[in-house]
């Protein structure tokens, strides 16, 4: 029981930074645009939360940095996307090249430094409970701060005129341009707060969850992301799910180490074949009739793609 | 509400659209008719506020209005309803109906919302939950929301464009009843269609355009002949030569009974012989384009073509060509000379440049193309265009299945664009094409299949029909 | 015949590139004469270090040869990263076989890498066609997928007697070993195949009706059925013929260069082949000269630790910021108006 209770709380700990990477996708896919330059805003902002935290010795400031940072690498793939009109996946993979090697030069400095350390803060009362308690309310601040995001990403989404709006966009952006909604602002916005999430995922992982700064310290976790997103079915709380369940597997293979070598290797690398497997189940489900399939499953599964994701702005709005 | 448009008019370059149309409106259920290309969706891009005038103003209640945009029209009023549903699939009908909506911080007040939703759901007999996701209604259903979102955002003059399109029966009843009762509110409506029978059960009043001029106004009683011939009026045609050979090997079309609007007729044309030309006559919205898809892709329904033994033809026996030039039948980012290469190399392994060249260069003279052979589609005029896919034809015999092949084209192209069509009638050519301009349909079938939304209506010879006949079936009186 | 106007932009738009790329590096404090040096010193300035260039040029050139296909297309075949390093499996397979010993190895290896090669650009294709499966995700997904293997082959199956280290495999056998000639190595039969095949590409995707008919799924997915070729199909040829050249690079990485199978098999090549790609927008001549250059880079980048004290990743800095340079300029389309100017001032 201790050990299924400290798992989860290693879990939680340790999925704090896909969980608010994968919400922030999740909005900016909402809006209609793929961050696939997520690899590289995680591994930049995560160089940059650790310098700043590192120079200020205040971890605050590293976060806050990331967090800006990435917005900054939002706002310009939000101005090749809708004033350039370019294609936001070539524009995405370059920048993740570009970011992921900017990252590991400017880092050369700052690897195997210690930085400031942000402890936990266990919530007075509530982390007295047995179980719940440790398991929920003896974290560090942004752990928290993930935690909550979900349902505030969820309320903001489906209970706020500006979630609507922007979800509007995402669906059929001349629908939305034809009610008077501005389509492009919409887009804008979501792109932003997307890419601000990301940069404050990337913080976390040199802040707190893994700790300092090497060469191609995250890599591969914007990659999941993206990975996750889809799997998440655009829904913050299946996302925050689906992160958490990679945080699992991430645990099970650092248990697993001391097994076998071959063992730990592959299993950070089984959500891809999951994924897929899901993918295409989900298009099974959505192209054909799927009596086979209990309904429960299915209303699991599915997941509502925003019709216009991925695609240019139509030319109509200009 | 009072509205007053005065002298709008609107050119595109050479064409004008619209000219100093004049019209006031101040309750009731209003028709707008007119041919294709009488300028109807120009007027109403220009009431709902997507395009600007050139000149002239609208009025509504004494004051003198914006036009240009979508935003100020809504302010004032107007609400368009489209031909396609302009919602959003994926999301419910409430948040459907939130997007945009005009209210102040919606999500404070939903419950509010919610019930004055549920209040006009209720006036105007809709039976539908709230949380229900949009994609999962038909089409019929969501423009009936449509129209109430309209008007719970203060809509007094409401345009439909082309509603009814894909409607069934139930749908349009639906939605008939609906328009009814918002016009017996005080709500001006417009109806843009050009199915007479719907336009006689549901307008009192109506303006006929032509040629972007408002040429008549019409009232209850309508009197079916003379707006047919105002809306109808044919025009002095060039005579083609037309053929008459000797016609030999014949062809089946197999109907599926869901596809003819008498299910048990028995009398209408059975035989087909090579060197008919059919041509499948409907207004815009009918089913004719997607009748002649099918015969391609069989896709839309049961309805076949098969060759005298009861066996379908092979596809490369097919020669199809869609009405979306550029979006369905041609290449934009592929030159002149690349579409020739992938049109008569089908089963080389390599390409020879140089008689591919030959053949475009032949082909280019034939069909009297402007253009040079690196031109990518995308530059040329859609004239070109329909041209080039004319040429892209195999020299081959062949079933041509030619969707409008004269849509956007000016009279002498249209005639030169038949010329080449008419010089492939020879034994071994089937002929089938649908169109919305009844003198086309009448100049160049010898025999007519009428189609009214999807149905068709009746299959006849020319010769035992009349133009009035075929108009009056297409618009669906029977 | 030639299409001097465009040469005349694609000038402006290299001159604006590099001048981009000048600046960034002062910006870095970084001297642009320096690093220029140092680069052609480290990858031409001798024989063995032009061999070492071809050698990175060899699998660079394959992947971007490769994606020529897919993204003719209209295919994001992310997942070549996988089909190389299925294809470095491939041809590891045969080096450690039997086979191996022989001097007929490597033209196995080749066929083997091929083989896997393509059939791993196949199921990103099926996934495709069959599952509508968004080809970034299966591909990114297959990518991981094949280095979990070839690290579970690696420490698992193939490890080296005694250690298991991700360090790599064994030495392959001597007769595995991409063949050589002379005494600087130079790998004649490399060279060769990568001529050969970009040879055959050319002939291919310019005078064959499979290249015609790529082309246009690539440009319209709805129009080739009025043409009466269904895209499904070009759209897996697409992808088995790039898997299989993919392959190629793989047998190239492992039997050329590390002469064993380590886990980074594909170093980067292949997302590097898609910068290359996107801005060569599929003309031959181009991802040619593009991967030699971009060779040059990478070899001649490892000596501006020895000799600048620079981290290698400045390179894939100056390369990515190339390709995003070059992108935008091509959006903005400001060449134009910059040649307009210099005309202006000539006819003044």
């Given at each position: 029981m201790i050990f299924f209770e400290n798992t989860l709380v290693t879990v939680i700990s340790l999925s704090t930074p896909l969980v608010i990477a994968v919400i922030g996708e999740t909005i900016s896919e909402k809006s209609g645009v793929i961050n696939l330059s997520a690899e590289g805003t995680i591994m930049i902002c995560a160089l940059f939360g650790f310098v700043f935290g590192y120079i200020t010795d205040i971890a605050i400031v590293g976060f806050l940095f990331a967090f800006f940072l990435g917005a900054g690498i939002a706002i310009f793939i939000s101005y090749c996307d809708i004033k350039l009109r370019m294609d936001q996946i070539a524009v995405g993979f370059v920048l993740t090249v570009f970011l992921s090697h900017l990252s590991n030069y400017i880092g050369q400095d700052y690897v195997r430094l210690n930085g400031p350390m942000i402890t936990k803060i266990q919530i007075p009362l509530l982390s007295k409970i047995p179980f719940l308690g440790n398991v929920l309310f003896n974290h560090s601040f942004i752990t928290y701060i993930s935690i909550l995001l979900i349902p505030t990403a969820w309320f903001f989404l489906n209970k706020t005129t500006l979630g609507l709006s922007i979800r509007s966009a995402g669906e059929n952006p001349l629908a939305a341009n034809s009610r008077g909604i501005d389509v492009k602002k919409m887009r804008f916005i979501g792109t932003v707060i997307g890419g601000s999430l990301l940069g404050l995922a990337g913080a976390t992982f040199s802040l707190y969850t893994k700790y300092g700064w090497s060469e191609g310290h995250t890599t591969n976790y914007g990659w999941i992301i993206l990975a996750i997103a889809i799997f998440g079915g655009w829904n913050p709380y299946r996302a925050a799910a689906g992160a958490y369940s990679f945080g699992l597997l991430q645990v099970l293979a650092i248990k697993a180490q001391s097994v076998t070598l071959a063992l730990s290797q592959i299993l950070p690398l089984l959500p891809f074949p999951i994924m897929i497997f899901v993918l295409i189940f989900i298009q099974y489900i959505n192209t054909k009739d799927a009596r086979y399939v209990p309904r429960v499953i299915v209303s699991l599964i599915v997941g509502n793609q925003p019709e216009a994701l991925g695609k240019k702005l139509p030319e109509e709005i200009k | 509400m009072k509205i007053q448009i005065k002298n709008l008019s609107k050119s595109f370059g050479d064409l004008q659209a619209n000219k100093n149309i004049t019209l006031s409106l101040n309750s009731g259920i209003h028709a707008l008719l007119g041919e294709n290309g009488a300028g109807k969706s120009t007027l109403v891009k220009i009431i709902s506020g997507q395009l600007s005038p050139d000149s002239g103003e609208i009025i509504i209640n004494g004051e003198n209005i914006g036009l240009g945009s979508a935003k100020d029209s809504i302010k004032n009023g107007i609400g368009l309803l489209n031909q396609d549903p302009l919602d959003f699939s994926n999301l419910s009908i409430l948040e459907s109906f939130l997007v945009g909506i005009n209210e102040n911080k919606p999500f404070r007040k939903i419950e509010i919302i919610k019930a004055k939703i549920l209040d006009l759901f209720e006036i105007y007999s809709i039976d539908i939950e709230l949380s229900t996701k949009t994609n999962s209604l038909s089409i019929g259903e969501r423009q009936q929301i449509e129209l109430i979102r309209l008007l719970y955002n203060g809509a007094k003059l409401i345009i439909l464009d082309e509603p009814t399109s894909a409607f069934s029966l139930d749908q349009k009843k639906m939605i008939f009843e609906t328009l009814k009762k918002l016009s017996d509110e005080g709500i001006i409506i417009i109806f843009v269609s050009h199915k007479l029978d719907e336009i006689f059960e549901i307008c009192e009043t109506g303006s006929i355009l032509k040629a972007g001029e408002l040429i008549e106004s019409i009232a209850k009683p309508f009197d079916s002949k003379k707006i047919l011939s105002k809306m109808f009026e044919t025009a002095e045609f060039h005579k083609t030569e037309k053929k008459y050979l000797e016609r030999v090997n014949k062809f089946k079309i197999i109907f599926s009974k869901s596809d003819l609007f008498y299910e048990n007729r028995t009398d209408f044309v059975k035989d087909y012989t090579f060197g008919n030309v059919i041509g499948i006559a409907g207004l815009q919205g009918s089913s004719n384009d997607k009748f002649i898809k099918n015969f391609f892709s069989n896709e839309f329904s049961e309805t076949r073509i098969l060759n005298e033994f009861g066996n379908?033809?092979?596809?490369?026996?097919?020669?199809?060509?869609?009405?979306?030039?550029?979006?369905?039948?041609?290449?934009?980012?592929?030159?002149?000379?690349?579409?020739?290469?992938?049109?008569?190399?089908?089963?080389?392994?390599?390409?020879?440049?140089?008689?591919?060249?030959?053949?475009?260069?032949n082909k280019i003279f034939k069909y009297n193309i402007k253009s040079n052979l690196n031109n990518s589609l995308s530059e040329l005029s859609g004239g070109n265009q329909q041209r080039v896919m004319l040429s892209l034809m195999p020299d081959n015999e062949s079933i041509l299945l030619l969707e409008q092949p004269t849509r956007g084209l000016d009279y002498n192209s249209a005639n030169k664009i038949w010329e080449m069509i008419l010089e492939r009638k020879n034994n071994d050519i089937a002929i089938l094409f649908s169109s919305t301009d009844i003198d086309e349909i009448w100049e160049y079938s010898d025999i007519i299949f009428s189609v009214s939304g999807s149905k068709i209506m009746d299959i006849s010879y020319k010769d035992n029909l009349t133009k009035e006949t075929i108009i009056k079936y297409i618009s669906g009186l029977v | 015949m030639f299409d001097f106007d465009n040469l005349k932009i694609n000038l402006i738009r290299l001159i604006l590139t590099l001048l981009i790329i000048f600046f960034t590096l002062i910006f870095f404090g970084i001297s642009p004469f320096e690093v220029f040096e140092s680069i052609i010193y480290g990858s031409l300035s001798s024989e063995s270090k032009f061999i070492r260039t071809l050698m990175v040029w060899a699998p660079i050139s394959l992947a971007s040869l490769a994606l020529i296909y897919t993204?003719?297309?209209?295919?994001?075949?992310?997942?070549?990263?996988?089909q190389i390093i299925m294809g470095a499996v491939g041809a590891t397979f045969i080096a450690r076989s039997f086979l191996g010993e022989y001097l007929i190895s490597p033209y196995i290896q080749i066929l083997f890498a091929m083989l896997f090669g393509g059939f791993w650009g196949l199921l990103s294709a099926l996934l495709k066609v069959k599952g509508n499966v968004h080809e970034i995700f299966s591909g990114l997904g297959l990518d991981f997928v094949a280095s979990g293997i070839i690290i579970f082959l690696i420490i698992g199956p193939w490890k080296r007697d005694g250690i298991a280290s991700t360090g790599g495999t064994d030495l392959f056998h001597k007769s595995s070993w991409v063949p050589t000639i002379g005494s600087y190595n130079f790998p004649l039969m490399l060279i060769l195949i990568i001529l050969f095949l970009y040879l055959i590409s050319y002939v291919v995707l310019n005078f064959t009706s499979l290249g015609i008919k790529?082309?246009?799924?690539?440009?319209?997915?709805?129009?080739?059925?009025?043409?009466?070729?269904?895209?499904?199909?070009?759209?897996?040829?697409?992808?088995?013929?790039?898997?299989?050249?993919?392959?190629?690079?793989?047998?190239?990485?492992?039997?050329?260069?590390?002469?064993?199978?380590?886990?980074?098999?594909?170093?980067?090549?292949?997302?590097?082949?898609?910068?290359?790609?996107?801005?060569?927008?599929?003309?031959?001549?181009?991802?040619?000269?593009?991967?030699?250059?971009?060779?040059?880079?990478?070899?001649?980048?490892?000596?501006?630790?020895?000799?600048?004290?620079?981290?290698?990743?400045?390179?894939?800095?100056?390369?990515?910021?190339?390709?995003?340079?070059?992108?935008?300029?091509?959006?903005?389309?400001?060449?134009?108006?910059?040649?307009?100017?210099?005309?202006?001032?000539f006819y003044k």
């Open positions: - | 379908p033809f092979k596809i490369e026996n097919y020669y199809y060509m869609p009405a979306d030039r550029l979006e369905r039948g041609l290449f934009k980012d592929l030159n002149l000379l690349e579409h020739y290469a992938l049109a008569f190399s089908l089963n080389k392994t390599f390409l020879d440049w140089k008689i591919i060249k030959q053949t475009a260069k | 993204f003719s297309a209209g295919m994001w075949n992310i997942g070549i990263e996988g790529l082309k246009a799924t690539g440009i319209n997915v709805l129009a080739t059925e009025r043409f009466y070729f269904k895209s499904d199909k070009y759209i897996i040829f697409s992808y088995l013929i790039a898997g299989s050249i993919a392959g190629i690079a793989g047998f190239s990485q492992a039997s050329g260069a590390y002469h064993k199978l380590v886990p980074s098999i594909s170093g980067g090549f292949g997302f590097l082949s898609i910068l290359i790609v996107l801005i060569s927008s599929k003309n031959i001549y181009f991802s040619f000269i593009l991967s030699f250059m971009f060779s040059i880079l990478i070899v001649g980048g490892s000596q501006l630790q020895i000799r600048l004290g620079l981290d290698n990743s400045i390179i894939g800095i100056i390369q990515a910021t190339f390709v995003l340079s070059w992108l935008i300029l091509q959006r903005i389309k400001i060449e134009n108006k910059i040649l307009q100017k210099i005309s202006g001032m």
